[in-house]
């Protein structure tokens, strides 16, 4: 019974993939359509340095624009030196917690880019906070322990050390005239000798 | 086994034909998406890499800022919004607010001045050239060109073609026709390199006469020059052997505090008008924003105007000034909130605290000057001459510039809060030993009880009081 179910599932999925009994003509329609598909998502991939958010280079966090004056201000701050933004703003407990985390939170960042619902002042989400927490103490846990604040659940190391990226933060840390350049994403390699 | 396999295949499920049309239209649909997405992407990166295209290069003191505004389009846009009307935050906002309606006292502290006739809150930089037009404070015999300066993008172009003196010299009412554009981006901006420049010359000169030089100036003070140009204290003076008339002056000869601005008046014997309730010679002190906040922590930390009145904002991939100037309680979370990371009723409320104590402050100092009026003019009718009175005089001059200098800034303290409260008190306490002075002269002849001081609680009420004393027959004060 089971190996008939699966038989008849793997029968619908070849016959989704190639089409079968459809006239020759639409399938030759569908699987142009579908190229161009594939097309676009290659061309998208490339153009939004997709690769790189697998990486835990700071670059890759400014291929969103509006990260342009965190990562400025980031590298004005004393942490410049030693971390990176994945150090402090994902998990590090487990390799597959850290990708889920850059995947939701990567998801919920291009849906509010593209459909320009992004606030003027970034702040961090509800989701961020004991992630940051965390990594702070994961650094810092020397000095933590010999710390105990009252209420330290409720408090956060950045309620009073709130100078991590640099004492300006958000629009006004860098002029528009001296903002980094954005990671190349264009045809650039293959316009050698242009400037 | 031919026909078996020719059984097999007539088994298999077929897709309907239908299917094909569905199949298509999601793939279409997802196409559309990507290319949407693509799109995006490719006009963010664009935003980003070319903040401005030019499309018509702009002429010269060009003083239509829509030109400009061709090539730079956010920032005209957000300049528009200084239109809007409707905006009030506790003490400011963009409204036409009659300050003399509610607070009928100043009536009597600028009586024989247009403003005890006038004053509302100042509209938005889109209005600045219609208002000044309308205003009944600018009406014959009163006409100095001079009041243009701060009000139009087509001054820049004016003082070029004829020069300052000329300009200041002239008939308010005869530039009318030159001056149909409102304050623009021509005021602060070179047409050529968009880098802020100094229009007015009596920017240029008070600095001058300072002994600083414009052009050693870095852009981030450039960033609250630009609005020293006219958000300070100014006066305009006639001097026929120099052949100057009503020739636009900032008194920062001996510095930009209060009182080295009050010791230049004073040196140089300067009078806006006589109050005929005291018969004082008096200083109209005008919105002294610049100087007052110089003596502010803001300044002291290098944050400039723009930073707080024109925050950076954000569209997509492009950030710009936003050129939609205003109180920055009125977009806290682009402006305090980039260094104060609170929250917005936070913020208001630290901000309105200031200005409520400096408010209540500058009330106690504005009754003691107002009762220090009445005062001298009980000692007049009493039969005290004007050597007599000199001291109380002199000293109820230096406690109304002392007000008038925070109570006519626009900040409400908040430019600086000590140095308000500081100038608020002074102010208080001038009035209150012209008061002491006063009271010693009332006695010598022979009045030891309290004048009877005119009830003025309503604007009705002031007026009237104002319009009898300077008709010349004022109210007995004497019991």
């Known amino acids: 019974m089971s190996f008939e179910r699966n038989m008849k599932l793997l029968n619908l999925a070849i016959m989704v993939v190639t089409l079968r009994g459809l006239p020759k003509k639409w399938q030759a329609a ?103 927490q965390d990594n702070c103490v994961r650094c810092h846990t020397q000095i933590m ?30 002029p528009a005239q001296l903002r980094p350049e954005l990671p190349r994403a264009g045809l650039h390699s293959v316009r050698k000798g242009v400037q | 086994m031919h026909q078996i396999s020719q059984k097999g295949i007539e088994q298999r499920p077929q897709l309907p034909f239908w299917s094909g049309l569905v199949i298509a239209a999601l793939v279409a649909g997802a196409i559309f998406l990507l290319c949407l997405l693509a799109v995006s992407i490719m006009e963010r990166r664009w935003e980003s890499l070319r903040p401005a295209m030019i499309l018509k290069p702009v002429a010269d003191y060009e003083p239509n800022s829509a030109e400009w505004g061709l090539n730079y389009p956010r920032q005209y846009d957000s300049y528009l919004k200084t239109r809007i009307t409707d905006t009030l935050t506790k003490f400011g906002g963009s409204s036409h607010r009659d300050y003399l309606q509610a607070d009928p006292l100043k009536v009597i502290l600028w009586t024989g001045s247009p403003f005890s006739k006038e004053y509302f809150q100042a509209r938005g930089h889109c209005y600045s050239a219609r208002d000044v037009a309308e205003s009944n404070r600018v009406s014959v015999p009163f006409n100095a060109a001079t009041c243009w300066t701060c009000k139009s993008s087509d001054v820049p172009r004016m003082m070029v073609k004829i020069g300052p003196k000329k300009f200041y010299a002239g008939n308010f009412h005869d530039l009318k026709n030159e001056m149909t554009h409102p304050v623009g981006c021509a005021d602060c901006h070179d047409s050529q390199t968009m880098k802020l420049q100094i229009t007015r010359p009596a920017l240029r000169e008070a600095l001058a006469a300072m002994g600083a030089d414009i052009n050693t100036v870095t852009h981030q003070q450039m960033r609250s020059l630009v609005c020293a140009q006219c958000h300070v204290e100014y006066y305009f003076k006639t001097d026929e052997h120099a052949g100057l008339k009503n020739y636009l002056v900032f008194p920062w000869k001996n510095g930009t505090g209060a009182e080295a601005i009050l010791g ?207 008709e010349g027959h004022a109210p007995k004060l004497l019991p």
């Open chain 2, 264 to 470: 230049y008046y004073n040196d140089s014997n300067f009078t806006d008008f006589i109050n005929p309730i005291s018969k004082t010679p008096m200083i109209k002190v005008q919105h002294a924003d610049y100087e007052t906040y110089l003596t502010g922590i803001h300044a002291y930390r290098e944050v400039s105007c723009a930073d707080c009145h024109m925050p950076y904002r954000t569209e997509g991939g492009s950030k710009f000034t936003d050129h939609h100037v205003q109180s920055p309680l009125l977009n806290i979370s682009n402006s305090c909130a980039v260094c104060h990371r609170w929250s917005e009723n936070e913020i208001r409320s630290r901000v309105e605290s200031i200005q409520v104590n400096t408010t209540e402050s500058l009330q106690a100092a504005q009754n003691a000057i107002a009762a220090a009026h009445f005062d001298i003019a009980a000692a007049i009718q009493a039969g005290a001459n004007d050597d007599e009175l000199l001291q109380p005089r002199l000293l109820l001059r230096d406690a109304q510039f002392y007000f008038d200098y925070i109570s006519s800034a626009n900040g409400t303290g908040f430019h600086s809060p000590a140095e308000s409260m500081r100038l608020a008190g002074k102010a208080a306490d001038y009035a209150q030993q012209a008061r002491v002075l006063t009271a010693r002269i009332l006695a010598r002849f022979k009045v030891t009880s309290q004048p009877a001081y005119p009830d003025v609680s309503s604007r009705e009420e002031a007026a009237q009081i104002s319009r009898q004393f300077t």
């Open chain 1, 30 to 132: 569908v699987y142009f359509l579908a190229g161009l598909a594939v097309g676009l998502v290659i061309f998208i991939a490339r153009i939004s340095n997709a690769a790189s958010y697998l990486s835990d280079a700071p670059g890759a966090c400014m291929n969103c624009h509006v990260m342009t004056d965190a990562y400025v201000s980031w590298q004005r701050g004393s942490h410049s030196r030693i971390a990176v933004c994945n150090d402090c703003h994902v998990p590090h407990s487990n390799p597959v917690a850290k990708y889920a985390f850059k995947a939701s939170d990567g998801l919920r960042h291009s849906y509010v880019f593209t459909f320009r619902l992004e606030p003027q002042v970034l702040d961090l989400s509800k989701g961020a906070k004991p992630v940051l």
């Open chain 1, 145 to 174: 322990q010999t710390v105990h604040l009252p209420d330290s659940s409720q408090r956060k190391c950045w309620d009073c050390h709130n100078n991590i990226h640099s004492s300006v933060h958000g629009l006004s840390s860098s």
